[in-house]
T-cell receptor, first 112, second 115 residues
């Protein structure tokens, strides 16, 4: 069964550094999403992406965040200047029709 | 406010015993309902979903869930659990006619299996 894949599985970075989290959605899917889960808390929606542009974003997704689909297969989340509170598990998801969602295994981001 | 409640933070059952994980939601219209499982260090795997129709939904790994409109519930059940079922289980809801970006997750129930 096709899967959403995410790399790396764990990323450690220093506060203030830029990080790029990478995702390869399922190939025929059209909708792409990023979610995050701070340790011990609920999974939260960050942003959705369709037709090469952001379709929706949450208040968490501020100017420090950006998404890109650079080459038709990858879907990336960039955090420009990481803060301690950005430490979380970041999940990428994709969907053929905006529901249901197929999630990747996540990237654990640790900001020190 | 719209919400999803999983009242049990942690449940321990014996291997081979039956299981029921509770989920309640507060929305006016019938939402889309999901159950996901997350094994340690892993992603979220969809167990089953309810959009409409038969209120008893069969999923993968022997799980089922029943949508009860009158109780605003979507409880997950399994007749006989296996040690490999130990994981975190999340109920999730998308308000009716909304996009999947509106999906709201419950806080999760951690399931432990007693040998």
């Amino acid at each position: 069964e096709p899967e959403v894949t995410q790399t790396p599985s764990h990323q450690v970075t220093q506060m203030g550094q830029e990080v790029i989290l990478r995702c390869v959605p399922i190939s025929n899917h059209l909708y792409f999403y990023w979610y995050r889960q701070i340790l011990g808390q609920k999974v939260e929606f960050l942003v959705s992406f369709y037709n090469n542009e952001i379709s929706e974003k949450s208040e968490i997704f501020d100017d420090q965040f950006s998404v890109e689909r650079p080459d038709g297969s990858n879907f990336t989340l960039k955090i420009r200047s990481t803060k301690l509170e950005d430490s979380a598990m970041y999940f990428c998801a994709s969907s053929p029709d905006n529901s249901p969602l197929h999630f990747g295994n996540g990237t654990r981001l640790t900001v020190t | 406010a719209q919400s999803v409640t999983q009242p049990d933070i942690h449940i321990t059952v014996s291997e081979g015993a039956s299981l029921e994980l509770r989920c309640n939601y507060s929305y006016g219209a019938t939402p889309y309902l999901f159950w996901y499982v997350q094994s340690p260090g892993q992603g979220l795997q969809l167990l089953l979903k309810y959009f409409s129709g038969d209120t008893l939904v069969q999923g993968i790994k022997g799980f089922e869930a029943e949508f009860k409109r009158s109780q605003s519930s979507f409880n997950l059940r399994k007749p006989s659990v296996h040690w490999s079922d130990a994981a975190e289980y999340f109920c999730a809801v998308v308000p009716g006619y909304s996009s999947a970006s509106k999906i709201i997750f419950g806080s999760g129930t951690r399931l432990s299996i007693r040998p």
